[in-house]
């Protein structure tokens, strides 16, 4: 729909979303006090510039020019390391998705879901953020704080077989109660899973009895759901170990089996080998687990490393005639896509294309393997960068984690082009006004998220 002008210039609000679903709503002068304050802290060299204030009432290409303005000054902001950090920048986006879904500050009970099925119910503020939920549920079961850092709160919705889609992991800009309510839907829920990749993580985790069963609860609930792969023995000595209540055991034969620590995603459609292939996406160990039928009804099965991915980005094509903003992630009408370019042989490299509503979350999981695999190779460790105290009180919202995925503001916008960029670094706010003229952006050279583990090969490896 075109811009309708507004006679009073405050009251031209903007739409920020957050992996397709709105966020929340911000007018001008709320983001001009945020730039004030991350000035007044940060000094005026390390801000971007702000859009100007005018005096007279703008036109609706005025609106739609300081609507791009507006995006690229919260881009930038975002994608600056100390700036996209900030508790300022966070605490404000996190305060005005309090105001825009019109929920008072209260004590509330939260129920979060264990891999088993088991429901933890941890009494919080709503204005609670993320890391202040996920401590809660942590001390609720008795978890230590060294290990706490080890797990992540994940967004997901129950499938009628009872199992989980998953819809991304939950942020440090977001309140999980507000996010969650928000929906109005009962089959979104939020679950407690371990957040890193490397097996080898475990033996921290089963060091304490709790990190031992919830990594237990973890493996059997992903072997019933068929995410690991058991053979007629494999299941026979699994049953016998469950049966002796041999956790440790358990796992260390779990580890051994054919996708153990992956993130089994729904069945969707890729172009490779070739178009309209229907795929099931496995993320785990370092790379991208492909179960491809082919046209001729054939399986086929193929592994694409994370480490010979040069980039990828998301993107979404948005129906003229979406539904309202707020609608729920992984409706039909927003398609979403994941594409990555990769490095096929020594000079050959190849976009490679996944179409599904998991495409952010998929997304995520190829960001924090990157961030874990830096982490190694920097000769980080998981424990001392997930470590929480500071001179014995628990850090409230500032603590570093090593491998954690940047958080992803950008989305689908139904008034905009049918083809939107959904995100550029993965860590970009999409702004626009709740009424403006669209405008065609095509996606850029630059829109997608370079890849710092990225790894030539030789003919060697081939």
Same mark, same amino acid.
């Given at each position: ?10 009251? @031209?609000?903007?739409?920020? =979303? ?12 709320? #983001?001009?006090?945020? =730039?004030? @304050? ?36 919260? @881009? ?211 790379? #991208? ?174």
């Amino acid at each position: 729909p075109m811009l309708q002008s507004d006679c009073c210039l405050s009251l @031209q609000a903007y739409n920020i =979303h957050v992996n397709g679903v709105l966020h929340c709503r911000v007018r001008y002068s709320q #983001l001009l006090g945020l =730039h004030e @304050q991350l000035r007044k802290e940060y000094g005026a060299n390390v801000v971007p510039a702000f859009p100007r204030k005018k005096i007279f009432t703008l036109t609706p290409a005025e609106v739609e020019q300081r609507r791009e303005q507006l995006e690229k000054y919260m @881009q930038a902001v975002r994608q600056d390391p100390t700036l996209g950090g900030s508790e300022t920048f966070n605490s404000f986006l996190r305060k005005a998705q309090q105001e825009t879904q019109q929920i008072p500050t209260e004590e509330v009970v939260l129920e979060v879901m264990l891999s088993n099925g088991q429901k933890v119910k941890v009494t919080i503020l709503t204005s609670d953020q993320t890391e202040d939920v996920l401590e809660a549920v942590a001390s609720k079961l008795d978890l230590p704080d060294d290990l706490v850092g080890y797990f992540s709160l994940f967004l997901v919705r129950e499938t009628k077989d009872g199992a989980f889609s998953f819809v991304r992991k939950l942020q440090e800009f977001e309140l999980p109660y507000v996010s969650v309510t928000s929906l109005h839907n009962a089959e979104f829920r939020i679950i407690l899973r371990k957040s890193y990749w490397d097996s080898s993580y475990d033996d921290d985790v089963m060091e304490h009895h709790v990190g031992l069963n919830l990594l237990y609860a973890q493996t059997v609930s992903d072997i019933e759901h068929r995410w690991i792969l058991v053979n007629k023995e494999q299941h026979r000595q699994l049953k016998s170990l469950q049966e002796k209540v041999s956790k440790k055991e358990f796992i260390r034969l779990a580890q051994t089996l054919k996708y153990y620590g992956y993130l089994k995603f729904d069945p969707c459609v890729t172009d490779f080998p070739e178009k309209g292939c229907h795929v099931v996406v496995s993320a785990g160990n370092n790379e #991208l687990n492909f179960q491809v039928r082919l046209p001729n009804e054939q399986i086929k099965e193929g592994s694409f490393k994370v480490t010979r991915m040069r980039c990828w980005r998301v993107t979404s094509s948005v129906p003229m005639s979406n539904g309202p903003s707020g609608s729920s992630p992984g409706k039909s009408e927003v398609k979403l896509e994941l594409a990555f370019e990769y490095l096929m042989s020594k000079d050959r490299l190849q976009w490679v294309t996944i179409t599904s509503p998991q495409a952010i979350m998929l997304s995520i999981c190829l960001q924090s393997m990157v961030d874990e695999l830096m982490v190694k190779k920097s000769g980080g460790s998981i424990r001392k960068m997930f470590r929480r105290r500071a001179n014995g009180a628990l850090r409230r919202s500032d603590s570093q984690q090593a491998v954690k995925s940047p958080p992803l503001l950008d989305s689908p916008d139904p008034s905009r082009e049918p083809m939107a960029k959904l995100s550029s670094k993965l860590t970009s706010v999409s702004l626009r006004g709740i009424s403006h003229s669209s405008s065609a952006n095509e996606v850029g050279t630059n829109d997608f998220h370079g890849n710092y583990a990225f790894e030539g090969i030789g003919d060697e490896d081939l």
